[in-house]
């Protein structure tokens, strides 16, 4: 049983390149979610999803997208890196969006 | 808007006590109130949920309780040990938007040997 999976675990970016940071969850949740997390902050939601084809924006959407075309996968991109997209970004899901959430383990992104 | 906070930021304190640790929310009307352990460089583990009818979750040494009246929960860690070093972190789902949670910024735990 894998959960919420995430990849990469780590990235290095140069200011302007692009990137689709992945997530893949098999447990069947309806909902999935996109957080970053900047140091010593609270977690900060940028889209979710709450089925497939289905996406809506969360607080922080600028320099973001995402696309929900099956059940399972939820990828995030980002167009234009800045510097001001350095952080960590965590994939979340849920079955109903009111029950718990399982969240995967991060990816570690570094804009320079 | 909710706004979920949680203090103090940090707290030490010796190996053996027991300690509570704060969340309060400005908005009663939610469906339930989760608490995460995250270690350093990792991801979230979520250590108990309480919905919106239940008064308090019990997980081992850990027991959370909830007040939707007063906007208020407490995580109590009985017996604390240095392997319970670690950000915990509140987060509420709230009636308003239930698609999404509301996270507070944590309080970063150490224990002490």
């Known amino acids: 049983n894998a959960g919420v999976t995430q990849t990469p675990k780590f990235r290095i970016l140069k200011i302007g390149q692009s990137m689709t940071l992945q997530c893949t969850q098999d447990?069947?949740?309806?909902?999935m979610y996109w957080y970053r997390q900047d140091p010593g902050m609270g977690l900060k939601l940028i889209y979710y999803?709450?089925?497939?084809?289905?996406?809506d924006k969360g607080e922080v959407p600028n320099g973001y997208n995402v696309s929900r075309s099956t059940t399972e996968d939820f990828p995030l991109r980002l167009e234009l890196a800045a510097p001001s997209q350095t952080s960590v970004y965590f994939c979340?899901?849920?079955?109903?969006?009111?029950?718990?959430?399982?969240f995967g383990s991060g990816t570690r992104l570094t804009v320079v | 808007k909710q706004e979920v906070t949680q203090i103090p930021a940090a707290l030490s304190v010796p190996e053996g006590e027991n300690l509570v640790l704060n969340c309060s929310f400005t908005d009663s009307a939610i469906y339930n109130l989760q608490w995460f352990r995250q270690d350093p460089g990792k991801g979230l583990t979520s250590l108990l949920l309480i919905q919106s009818s239940q008064r308090e979750q019990t997980s081992g040494r850990l027991n959370a309780s909830l007040d939707k009246s007063s906007g208020r929960s407490t995580l109590y860690i009985a017996a604390s040990q240095p392997g319970d070093s670690a950000t915990y972190l509140c987060?509420?789902?709230?009636?308003?938007?239930?698609?999404?949670?509301?996270f507070g910024s944590g309080t970063r735990l150490s224990i002490r040997p």
């Open positions: 979340a899901s849920s079955y109903s969006g009111t029950d718990g959430y399982t």
């Open positions: 447990m069947n949740h309806n909902y």
């Open positions: 987060a509420v789902n709230q009636y308003s938007s239930a698609s999404k949670i509301i």
């Open positions: 999803s709450v089925g497939a084809g289905i996406t």
